[in-house]
């Protein structure tokens, strides 16, 4: 089932075509039926396919809206794609140390999770040791310093893509605020934002491991731009 995006007078309307196979099947997720609280490795791993999915239709429902010309509202899908890969780090934690027998502190994930400003600080630190190839002259290092120094600005740039606010008497509207360069930037980020987690998930999700020992062409798939 593909997804079509249609625009009259500026309204976005998606339809559904019965013919012809999905870009890339949603991964099939068990219901997660317990508290956060005591969510198995299992549950936690259907919590992470699930999170990569809903981001990487972030990435593509911001394309689509682009395409079109709504600028602030691509920004801002672009935006959640990159903020909502911030949270695989997080689960992959939680995993990790219930594999290895110890206490995952759950009031912690669950505020970590819902933490604008650490989503991003997460997927800032994700990138820098998935998606930035090692430099000898430390440029890397200086990327990363510089990026987790904007987080703030970066949070605060999503509010002006979403709120129309008055500050010192002037009106400020976010479609005119934000462009068409700000919304081809945050696409490109949320593209190698996507890239960077196949990686990651390619070393380290049992379901796409399994899958490619197996030869299936399901599942987890390296994003196409």
């Known amino acids: 089932m593909t997804h079509r995006c249609n625009v009259t007078s500026r309204r976005v309307r998606f339809s559904r075509r019965e013919s012809g196979p999905a870009t890339r099947p949603l991964i099939n997720t068990t219901v997660v039926r317990t508290k956060m609280n005591s969510l ?5 791993h259907d919590l992470r396919n699930a999170i990569f999915d809903n981001a990487e239709s972030f990435y ?3 394309k689509c809206l682009h395409a079109n010309g709504f600028f602030a509202r691509s920004f801002l899908a672009a935006y959640f794609t990159v903020e ?3 949270k695989l780090p997080m689960v992959v934690g939680a995993i ?14 669950r505020r970590r999770l819902t933490s604008h400003m650490g989503k991003i600080e997460s997927e800032i630190t994700h990138h820098y040791v998935f998606g930035i190839d090692p430099c000898p002259f430390n440029t890397d290092v200086e990327w990363y ?11 605060q740039m999503k509010n002006e893509a979403t709120y129309v606010d008055v500050v010192n008497g002037q009106v400020l509207n976010p479609l005119v605020r ?8 945050a696409i490109s980020e949320a593209f190698d934002a996507l890239k960077a ?3 990651s998930e390619s070393l380290s999700n049992p379901k796409l491991i399994s899958e490619k020992v197996a030869g299936s062409n399901g599942g987890l798939r390296e994003p196409q731009l």
């Open 40 to 44: 198995t490795i299992e549950e936690l």
């Open 60 to 62: 593509k429902e911001a």
């Open 84 to 86: 909502e890969l911030g």
């Open 96 to 109: 990790a140390k219930l594999v290895k027998g110890e206490v995952v502190d759950w009031d912690k994930l």
């Open 145 to 155: 310093e510089a990026k987790l120094k904007e987080v703030k600005a970066i949070y």
């Open 178 to 185: 934000i462009t068409k360069e700000h919304s081809e930037r």
């Open 197 to 199: 987690h196949w990686t």
